[in-house]
């Protein structure tokens, strides 16, 4: 039953997810992101930092400790408190100098664990060299990994990767390009789809009562006429263009993890009329150790060796169950939930729906 409730659910959410914000599927050409890096050392580390054979944090900590006017030999140094990080961060083109983003670090050493540290004052650079800005601050975690005296050891999600909220400044502003050529800016959609795209320039037609101010170019390209009176005030006209509602489409897809025994449809999925007959065959082999004992005075010896019983079995299904056909997803659970199999059955049943051709969807699997 909880695939059942699982399946209707969906339906819900998608029915709702028909009609989005223009802001939601699409952005504006020129409206882009960087990716930052930078290299540094989380402090503060309770005896979970790199030991001496990460050679790379030796290194660090003295030369930092060099810019402090501090001189240091590398073979006197072993400090656990200390941890050589990767910095990532994902910014925006309109950020300004001086906005605060978040930050990710994640260990590169031998670390055990990142827990209460500090980040140092670290520079993130872009691809080319640049430096755009610059991070520090407390890590959060969200996890422990703790070694206990006994030498038992208790942990808790993952300890060697955590975020910085707003540990990063900008100090130099991204490239920035511009929205709009001469009087015409392009709307981009992020999942290309000729349906959405045409529907998206139908919306904003109607929305300026025009019907000539956008035109659909292909599945992902959308162009759009400033208006003259509008060219002053660009913000405002694009900010009226991203609340725009659009119906959008997407394709049938049915996407398994096998993994994990997940299954989840789309909307549109559908099935023919199909008649399904399955099967369970379970394997086990039970090992049993036993000792062989040699006669009295045979001088043999004693041998353990391990049984090994091998067990089949198998639940015969006689009756195939016939379905009319399902033309949408809770059809479909229900259809799916009458053959009274485990997900991970379901999964093997939504394969050979689809070799069989009864299955009208793209069938994605993890």
Known sequence: MKMKNILICFVLISSMLF???????????????????????????????????????????????????ITVSDINLRTRNVAAVMVTATVNNFLKSGSE??????????????????????????????????????VSVGGYDINTATGGRVMKNHALSGRIPNGGVMQQELKNNGMSEGNVITILLRKPDFTTASNISLAINTKFSSDSLSLAIDASEIKVNIPADRLAKLTTFLSEIEGVTV????????????????????????????TISHGNLKISVDANTQVSQPDGFSQGKTVM????????DREDTTTAISINGATNVQEVATALNSLRVSPRDIIAIFQALKEAGALIAELIIM
């Open 101 to 138: 983003f978040d930050v990710s670090v994640a260990s590169m050493g031998d670390a055990t664990s990142l827990m209460g540290g500090t980040l140092l004052m670290t520079p993130l650079s872009g691809k080319e060299g640049t430096v755009y800005g610059m991070s520090q601050g407390a």
């Open 19 to 69: 009609s989005q914000r223009l802001k939601d599927v699409a952005y504006f050409k020129g409206v882009t992101s960087e990716q930052l890096i930078g290299y540094g050392l989380v402090v503060g580390l309770a005896g979970g930092g790199d030991s001496y054979r990460s050679t790379f944090t030796v290194q660090s900590i003295t030369s930092m400790l060099k810019r402090f006017g």
């Open 247 to 274: 119906a959008t489409d997407v394709i049938a897809k049915v996407v398994l993890n096998e993994r994990t025994g997940t299954i989840v449809a789309g909307a549109n999925v559908r099935i023919l009329p199909v």
């Open 305 to 312: 060796f391990t049984d090994l019983k091998p067990k089949v």
